[in-house]
T-cell receptor, first 112, second 113 residues
Framework: ETGVTQTPRHLVMGMTNKKSLKCEQHLGHNAMYWYKQSAKKPLELMFVYSLEERVENNSVPSRFSPECPNSSHLFLHLHTLQPEDSALYLC???????????FGPGTRLTVL | GESVGLHLPTLSVQEGDNSIINCAYS??????FIWYKQESGKGPQFIID?????DKRQGQRVTVLLNKTVKHLSLQIAATQPGDSAVYFC????????????FGTGTSLTVIP
């Protein structure tokens, strides 16, 4: 266990659904991240939060909406997704930005 | 943009042999590198890291070598075991990347019993 948990582990949703992914870190870290991992592609950074402030948004479509209520929790709200959004969504945390990142197990998302 | 790649997408080794996984990067400003291991159905797991002021770093059964001249990084696994079967990928960060890591696509290591 890395100290980073994600729920749910698997999610199937239709294009008109609204769902949320949750991440929680028990490491006392100040930075949290959302990544998208698609088959045979490098990890794609989506969002970065440092001390609960969003510091990075890598041109992610607005159908993905992050929320960081405190330094231990990170959410990714999903609405009107497309089938090409199907992927493994990984959460990570680090002590500060630029430090080693520790990943959760991911949420396997399938959009029908 | 950043280019972080691996020489081979797959690698098969006999149990007990040593494994070498390679990674090339293109950013001369890269100064921090990490190797991750990702088993099926799990998230990436930190293995070992190295900063640009070092050429070599050793952990338990793993060694990372950094050649800044040719922008090459390698991960050596000694006495490879079946539990080492996974996808391995490198990540690099430079002083000019705004604390953002760039990841390789991964090498799938299969250990043959």
């Amino acid at each position: 266990e890395t100290g980073v948990t994600q729920t749910p582990r698997h999610l199937v949703m239709g294009m008109t659904n609204k769902k949320s992914l949750k991440c929680e870190q028990h490491l006392g870290h100040n930075a949290m991240y959302w990544y998208k991992q698609s088959a045979k592609k490098p990890l794609e950074l989506m969002f970065v939060y440092s001390l609960e402030e969003r510091v990075e948004n890598n041109s992610v479509p607005s159908r993905f909406s992050p929320e960081c209520p405190n330094s231990s929790h990170l959410f990714l709200h999903l609405h009107t997704l497309q089938p090409e959004d199907s992927a493994l969504y990984l959460c990570a945390s680090s002590p500060t930005g630029g430090d080693t990142q520790y990943f959760g197990p991911g949420t396997r998302l399938t959009v029908l | 943009g950043e280019s972080v790649g691996l020489h081979l997408p797959t690698l098969s080794v006999q149990e007990g042999d040593n494994s070498i996984i390679n990674c090339a990067y293109s950013n001369s400003a890269s100064d921090y590198f990490i190797w991750y291991k990702q088993e099926s159905g799990k998230g990436p797991q930190f293995i070992i890291d190295i900063r640009s002021n070092m050429d070599k770093r050793q952990g338990q059964r793993v060694t990372v070598l950094l050649n800044k001249t040719v922008k090459h990084l390698s991960l050596q696994i000694a006495a490879t075991q079946p539990g080492d079967s996974a996808v391995y990928f490198c990540a690099e960060m430079g002083w000019d990347t705004g604390n953002q890591f760039y990841f390789g696509t991964g090498t799938s290591l299969t250990v043959i019993p």
